[in-house]
């Protein structure tokens, strides 16, 4: 069965440093999504990178990279210069089915809790 | 464009009771899908909706139904809401791209 695995419940973090938040995912399709979304104390789910499996580049968005490690099955999110409004919970995310696929669905782990100091 | 809003933001039941849950969306996406989402767990799914008229059961559909009369509305039930009901709904939708976006989520305690 799938599965998303976060070992870190909560983490800490100076602003301005960077960070990484580990994500490691079990499967035995070929193709697969991996996401990382982000949930501030108000509550909703926020967007913040996605990589494909066949995607050779690590994906990345402004401070968000996501370094994809396939053989290690690993896709761990990289904050750069963390900010005290990086202060959140966040989740690692696969689809489960093949891209763009009507049946597919996102399997989430269990998240980090990111605390930002001044 | 408002995206996907839930209504209502908060409710509170009685054991027994019954409600539902609306998820609206304004973006034309194909695909809603309906979350829960408990303390020290990641977001479960519930049912999901391929399109206008269908829907399917995801992970933990038990005590929940839901309907998709319309394209942009997908609907949540609990007929006879349970302590264990108690939790966060979450509502998102797609296209046929990857990324599923989430409305503002629904606080529900039964009590």
């Known amino acids: 069965a799938q599965k998303i695995t976060q070992t870190q419940p909560g983490m800490f973090v100076q602003e301005k440093e960077a960070v990484t938040l580990d994500c490691t995912y079990d499967t035995s399709d070929q193709s697969y999504g991996l996401f990382w979304y982000k949930q501030p104390s108000s509550g909703e789910m926020i967007f913040l990178i996605y990589?494909?499996?066949?995607?050779?580049q690590n994906a990345t968005e402004g401070r968000y990279s996501l370094n994809f490690q396939k053989a290690r099955k690993s896709a761990n999110l990289v904050i750069s210069a963390s900010q005290l409004g990086d202060s959140a919970m966040y989740f690692c995310a696969m689809r489960e089915g093949n891209y763009g696929g009507a049946t597919n669905k996102l399997i989430f782990g269990t998240g980090t809790l990111l605390a930002v100091q001044p | 464009n408002a995206g996907v809003t839930q209504t209502p933001k908060f409710r509170v039941l009685k054991t027994g009771q019954s409600m539902t849950l609306l998820c609206a969306q304004d973006m034309n996406h194909e695909y809603m899908y309906w979350y829960r989402q408990d303390p020290g767990m990641g977001l479960r799914l519930i049912h999901y909706?391929?399109?206008?008229?269908?829907?399917a059961k995801g992970e933990v559909p038990d005590g929940y139904n839901v309907s998709r009369l319309k394209k942009q509305n997908f609907l949540l039930g609990l007929e006879s809401a349970a302590p264990s009901q108690t939790s966060v709904y979450f509502c998102?939708?797609?296209?046929?791209?990857?990324?599923?976006?989430f409305g503002p989520g629904t606080r529900l305690l039964v009590l």
């Open positions: 998102a939708s797609r296209t046929s791209g990857e990324t599923q976006y």
């Open positions: 909706s391929v399109g206008e008229g269908t829907t």
């Open positions: 990589q494909g499996s066949y995607d050779e």
